[in-house]
T-cell receptor, first 117, second 117 residues
């Protein structure tokens, strides 16, 4: 069965600090997809990134960067120079290709990030 | 364009009442998912539709939960004889393509917060 673990529950940083959110996953599939979503206080989940299991190239998008390592089953997310608007709950999620007609997402429990001015 | 919309945003029901939650996916999106998010937890999968076909309902917690998408667009999640443990945020998500070949990102609505008293 697939599983996503976000060991950190709450992180508090001061504005402009860098912060890394950890994600570890378990799956028996060789082909799978990993996601990060952001849930601000308004409640709506906002898609941030999707990675395929066969593409370990790390990615940078503005202040966001992602580090995918199959060897350690990790998909970590870093925010550089954090801002107050980054305060939210961040979820890592996994989807297995073997799920066939259903690419349902399995989510971690989320990490609450608070960025203080 | 318009995103996924859900109504009502908030619902208070007395234990034993029936409720119906509505989801309007992004126009043209084939796949539609329902998730349940308990307080402080990540979303958990309930059911999946591809067009009007309900292909997976393995996540529905009991036979009191029923979902439909009769014309392949709007979906309704119905909960009969609500119990206190049903209190949660119910999230709807849509995705542009049929699941299976690859896992596309899912676009989430704002959710319906259900409180059963």
């Amino acid at each position: 069965a697939q599983k996503v673990t976000q060991a950190q529950t709450e992180i508090s940083v001061v504005e402009k600090e860098d912060v890394t959110l950890d994600c570890v996953y378990e799956t028996r599939d060789t082909t799978y997809y990993l996601f990060w979503y952001k849930q601000p206080p308004s409640g709506e989940l906002v898609f941030l990134i999707r990675r395929n299991s066969f593409d370990e190239q790390n990615e940078i998008s503005g202040r966001y960067s992602w580090n995918f390592q199959k060897s350690t089953s990790s998909f970590n997310f870093t925010i550089t120079a954090s801002q107050v608007v980054d305060s939210a709950v961040y979820f890592c999620a996994l989807s297995e290709r073997s799920a066939g007609a259903n690419s349902k997402l399995t989510f971690g429990k989320g990490i609450t990030l608070s960025v203080r001015p | 364009g318009a995103g996924v919309s859900q109504s009502p945003r908030y619902k208070v029901a007395k234990r034993g009442q029936d409720v119906a939650l509505r989801c309007d996916p992004i126009s043209g999106h084939v796949s539609l998912f329902w998730y349940q998010q308990a307080l402080g937890q990540g979303p958990e999968f309930l059911t999946y539709f591809q067009n009007e076909a309900q292909l997976d309902k393995s996540g529905l917690p009991s036979d009191r939960f029923f979902a439909e998408r009769p014309e392949g667009s709007v979906s309704t999640l119905k909960i009969q004889r609500t119990q206190q443990e049903d209190s949660a945020v119910y999230l709807c998500a849509s995705s542009p393509a049929p699941a299976g070949r690859r896992s596309y990102e899912q676009y989430f609505g704002p959710g319906t917060r259900l409180t059963v008293t």
